[in-house]
């Protein structure tokens, strides 16, 4: 018996690993946005930064293990092989849906997982000794479980929420108000005071109140307890001369080592909270199996209130599990990647929205509008526009060329996301209050764009509804998490003391199939979106520039239609209703992108050379048959998808057949025009248009073979509609490529 509980405590050692894995790679995005968005650090520094504060952030996590020991759950009600059954069902039950959530790229909280994970199995746990138990009754259930502990943690990740996002809004529109966005005048006049600030309170708050619970701590303890405003003002002094020195000898703004310093206690701060996410359970179950293992007393009848009792931290696991996290950051392919949710929800300039809006986000928008109508009739005129004068932004002369060099938001903005998203972390560190970095993070980051006018007439409603649908993801994290945890704990409880092992070994099988299918799953989906063409912005300011470029878009549009419409057919001709989904999909993703362009034809006219004006015409013609071949392609694909997916009768075999003629001459043609196209061999584009008439007069004989089976055979309303809405649309597609072709021949004669 003894031995499988040694495999049961190995087993939560290596999932602790990829805990920390699965974890790191979520999370890293929280602490490296403001500066990779900021553009003031070069990305490897960036990276070489945020590692040294992971790795020394580790060992500030010592006095947080005791929130999984006994932050959610009474240890001492429970006996020692029910506590086993607990932390299982808890790893394997967080890192499955951690891997879930960043296979699916949706936003997620590793603290809110761990919490609502130790919940679930610990409600299950206490639910079956109750139902056991003829002397209780479920209203006991709380003798099990800490409700005061939990309830104030889920309170403070809640009110944490508000918290950030209210803060983030003033400081950073206090901030506005001081600097403005011309901040390189006034930055040489008060940036030592403001770096000096920014960098006395993340020393303050992140070193002194991270060292608690450390045991380097207690070496201090006497010189800084009592001394706090000392050591404030000494601080703020040291920094201020620091911040003079600096610009005087590097002639750069202070503002790049705020950010620096920043990233560095942002990701200080994450590795001290957040580490308990990922081995506080792991660690319980050694600490339980220790005591448990000294004891001589029968799995099942050993209590654990011992775990009530303080535990040293152990400096070696951390830094073990410090220089986990530093290599996850560095290998992870996710980790890596810039994380465009936050990035684009607080980006200062218009670009692609990734949310689409709802009838909640419009709702907040009009009533925000409405209060700022009424807030502007209050307040005078003349402070109306002091205030107004205050959020003018510059004018940037830089080439279109160049456009993707301009960053997302300002070193003031970053600075101030760093700074106080850095203090509510460490402030809920040193309260041993685990909360949710990923959403004290982006909330800071959302409450300091809307402080900044970000969020402006043309992409509020997005922005919102983007905010929505993160806090949207909380509350799914939780019940997820909840339900998953609990439904493993009863599934290994019902294995009873000889077969829950097996239970196990049966579950972590499972979690493994589980978590490679993901891995080549998301990495078959990464490299084919490498794989995959996409469509780029115009960036010429002349007529044969928007020749050039718009040739790889037709290009790429004529390719990808080929095999979309090549790949409808098929799944029609054999009733495969996920092959015509996935079909409709790359039909949504590829009509998307020519609404991008769509979307930036106010800037490409803005940039056009003043004698090049007539290129503004060619390019939204362009862009106007692009999108006729979209449109035609998406109703080709989503009514066959229906009729597939809503079980009418399949086509017959003699249009399976005529439709295949069809696809094999139309593919052929649509492969020579990709080629011209993406060759720039334009002669070629006669001997295409002339192909027109037999291409009609293909599609032309198969819509009159199609009337005289109706009049004689056909008897499927259903089949001989969709047969004629493809035959259609497929004789609109090719007009609307011939339409293209013939653009190219009148501009290249």
């Known amino acids: 018996m003894d031995n499988l509980y040694i495999l049961m405590v190995g087993a939560l050692i290596v999932l602790a690993v990829f805990d920390i894995i699965v974890g790191v790679s979520n999370d890293a995005v929280n602490f490296l946005n403001s500066a990779i968005g900021s553009k003031a650090i070069n990305f490897r520094t960036i990276m070489i930064i945020a590692s040294l ?25 429970f006996h020692f092989d029910e506590i086993m059954v607990i932390c299982m069902a808890v790893m394997i039950a967080d890192i499955l849906l951690l891997d879930f959530f960043n296979t699916l790229g949706l936003p997620t909280s590793t603290t809110v997982s761990i919490v609502f994970n130790l919940l679930g199995a610990a409600v299950v746990m206490a639910i079956i000794k109750i139902t056991g138990n003829d002397s209780e009754t479920l209203a006991d259930i709380w003798t099990y479980i800490n409700s005061e502990k939990a309830l104030e943690i889920i309170g403070g990740i809640l009110l944490s929420v508000v918290i950030a996002f209210s803060i983030g809004a003033i400081v950073q529109y206090i901030s506005r108000l001081i600097f403005t966005f011309n901040y390189e005048k006034k930055i040489k006049n008060f940036g ?56 005087k000898i590097f002639k750069k703004t202070v503002l790049i080592v705020v950010i620096g310093v920043g990233t560095f206690g942002l990701a200080l701060a994450f590795s001290g909270n957040d580490l308990v996410n990922f081995i506080g359970v792991p660690m319980m ?116 060329s160049k456009g993707y060099e301009l960053p997302a938001f300002d070193l003031i903005r970053a600075s101030i996301n760093l700074v106080v998203a850095g203090i509510l972390i460490s402030i809920a560190t040193s309260m041993k209050l685990p909360l949710s970095t990923t959403y004290v993070t982006f909330m800071v980051a959302m409450g300091t764009s809307l402080a900044d006018r970000a969020w402006g007439r043309e992409s509020a409603v997005y922005r919102v509804a983007g905010v929505l649908n993160v806090i949207g993801g909380w509350f799914f994290t939780a019940f997820s998490a909840f339900c998953a945890a609990g439904t493993l704990a009863f599934l290994i409880h019902l294995g009873g003391p000889e077969g829950r ?30 794989e995959e063409s996409n469509l780029s912005k115009a960036e010429s300011q002349t007529i044969q520039g928007i020749i050039e470029e718009s040739a790889d878009n037709i290009a790429k549009t004529v390719s990808r239609t080929n095999k979309i419409y090549s790949n409808v057919l098929k ?110 061999n334009y002669d ?18 198969k819509i009159q073979k199609q009337v005289e089976r109706t009049r004689t055979e056909e008897s499927s309303p259903k089949n001989t509609t969709l047969y004629f809405g493809l035959l259609l649309e497929t004789k609109d597609l090719i007009e609307e490529i011939m339409n293209l072709l013939e653009l190219y021949s009148t501009e290249n004669t």
């Open 571 to 680: 799944g029609l001709s054999k009733g495969k209703v996920k092959s015509l989904k996935k079909s409709r999909q790359g039909v949504e993703k590829l009509n998307d992108e020519v609404d991008e362009l769509r979307s930036n034809i106010f800037y490409f006219i803005k940039n056009l050379e003043e004698t090049s004006l007539h290129g503004s015409n060619l390019y939204i013609q362009i862009l106007g048959y692009l999108e006729d071949i979209t449109q035609s392609l998406e109703y080709i694909a989503k009514a066959s998808y229906k009729h597939v997916n809503n079980n009418h009768k399949p086509l017959r075999f003699n249009q399976i057949r005529d439709l295949q003629e069809i696809d094999n001459k139309l593919s052929e043609f649509l492969d020579e025009t990709s080629v011209a196209f993406s060759e720039r």
């Open 192 to 247: 030592v005071i403001f770096g000096g600030v920014a960098l006395a309170a993340i020393t303050y708050f992140i070193f002194m109140k991270g060292l608690k619970g450390t045991p380097q701590y207690k070496e201090i303890k006497g010189i800084l307890e009592g001394n706090e405003i000392y050591v404030m003002i000494g601080s703020f002094i040291f920094w201020t001369v620091f911040s003079y020195v600096f610009e």
């Open 53 to 77: 504060g992971i790795f020394i952030g580790a060992v500030y996590s010592g006095g947080l293990m005791e929130v999984a020991r006994k932050g959610i759950f009474v240890p001492g009600q």
């Open 684 to 701: 070629k584009i006669d001997i295409l248009i002339s192909k027109k008439r037999e291409l009609y007069d293909n599609v032309t004989e």
């Open 285 to 400: 179950g050694w600490h339980s199996f220790e005591l448990w293992s000294k004891s001589g007393i029968a799995a099942s009848e050993f209590l654990m209130g011992d775990l009530d009792k303080k535990v040293p931290a152990e400096p070696v696991i951390l830094f073990i599990a410090g220089a986990i996290m530093v290599v996850t950051l560095w290998t992870s392919k996710k980790a890596r990647t810039v994380a465009d949710t936050e990035i684009g929800l607080s980006r200062q300039d218009e670009g692609k929205e990734k949310f689409k809006p709802n009838a909640l986000s419009r709702g907040v928008v009009r009533g925000v509008t409405v209060l700022n109508n009424g807030l502007r009739a209050i307040l005078p005129k003349g402070t109306l526009d002091a205030i107004n004068s205050k959020f003018e932004k510059p004018l940037i002369d830089l080439p279109r």
């Open 501 to 530: 092992f097996g239970v196990v070994a049966l579950l972590l099988v499972i979690a493994a199939v589980l978590l490679i299918r993901n891995y080549l799953s998301h990495k078959k989906s990464s490299e084919a979106a490498k």
